[in-house]
């Protein structure tokens, strides 16, 4: 059943919004589903019918007017329904044709900010949407953060030598003879700084679709292999309504032990993890269309990172997630296209 009326339509937006936890770093696909830190969350796109099955994902671009208004008018059902559900905030993601932004961003305009635009091919760009209520905003002293990345860390390596990288796909993560448990149990306390439990930390080692890389001390003594750094990527392939899918991976949790921060590990670390994704992709055993991240802007280390990897700025997520108990303003960066063809080369560090 087509929608002709807008009590239809809100009928099809209405199946948008699933009552149920989504424990992808990505988030739901097709849906707009619940996540940590008062929020709900995906990446939808326009739907003439209501939205039958879970597995019912297939996404249709914004195109015209048409999909703009419907979109519009997901978002103010979305802020109604986190006003209902005692959450303040609201982040969905859809696939537009880029000369159609513009007019996204004007339909938008008293409902919801259009907080990054990120180009995947020279036919789609991915839009982050998103919406805070009033109890979710204040003001920031914006000086305070990483306006000058270049500058407010500086590397050194008084353990040079002693650190090894380990890149570990799902295969790997379940061998325990490569992937031991104490290596699990030393992943999980890292992940524990974004909100995880041990169950949902267990989820993340357990998903088929990321890759862990892991900092190792590579000494000797009894802290040998201990794990001192992680940096997580997800693969999330994205099925249009046309039969074209869009392969895109996400840098996703990343965290460096206090005491190691400083010696460039988080740089290492997550340039060996962007290497391996795009070897995979020159070798077509996993092609890549984009790889992008959310980033803390308060860590001048992770700003510094991405502009060392020529990674492009294209917006930021206002009070977007929780890290040891305070909501951070997210940066979104990304690599497409050409900057996909080969290995991110050694770059001089300031």
């Known amino acids: 059943m087509a929608w002709q009326t807008r009590e239809q339509q809100d009928i099809v937006i209405k199946s948008l919004f699933r009552n149920r936890l989504d424990t992808s770093s990505f988030g739901s696909v097709g849906h707009v589903a619940f996540a940590t830190d008062g929020r709900r969350r995906g990446l939808v796109g326009y739907r003439d019918e209501p939205l039958r099955s879970i597995r019912d994902r297939p996404i249709t671009p914004i195109t015209d007017a ?66 805070n209520t009033q109890e979710r905003q204040y003001t920031r002293d914006v000086q305070n953060l990483a306006t000058d990345p270049m500058s407010q860390t500086e590397f050194h390596d008084p353990y040079k030598g002693t650190y090894s990288i ?31 439990t041990a169950e949902s930390a267990a989820r993340v080692m357990n998903n088929p679709h990321a890759l862990l890389g892991v900092i190792h001390l590579s000494g000797t003594g009894d802290f040998k292999q201990a794990v001192v750094g ?22 996703t949790d990343a965290k460096i032990l206090e005491r190691h921060q400083g010696n460039g590990l988080y740089y290492e670390l997550s ?47 206002s009070n977007h997630v929780s890290i040891d108990g305070n909501l951070k303003d997210f940066a979104v960066t990304y690599l497409q296209g050409e900057a996909l063809r080969a290995p991110i080369k050694e770059a001089l560090r300031f």
Do not use: W
């Open 271 to 317: 340039t060996a993890l962007i290497n391996d994704i795009i070897r995979d992709s020159v070798r077509g055993t996993a092609p890549t269309d984009l790889v992008f991240a959310e980033s803390n802007v308060q860590n001048p280390s992770l700003i510094k990172t991405a502009l060392l990897q020529g990674r492009h700025f294209t917006g930021m997520l």
């Open 66 to 131: 048409k999909s703009i208004d419907f979109m519009t008018h997901v978002l103010r059902y979305g802020k109604g329904r986190i006003a209902k559900e005692d959450l303040s905030r609201i982040t969905v993601r859809t696939l537009i044709n880029p000369y159609l932004v513009n007019a996204l961003r004007d339909d938008l305009f008293t409902t919801a900010n259009v907080e990054a635009v990120i180009p995947v091919n020279e036919r789609y760009s991915m839009v982050y949407m998103g919406y």
């Open 166 to 196: 380990g890149l570990y796909s799902n295969g790997d993560r379940s061998n325990s003879a490569i992937f031991s448990q104490e290596h699990r149990t030393e992943v999980a306390n890292l992940l524990r700084s974004f909100g995880h």
């Open 230 to 251: 992680i940096c997580i990527a997800e693969r999330v392939t994205i099925t249009l309504n046309t039969g074209e899918q869009l392969r895109l991976v996400e840098i």
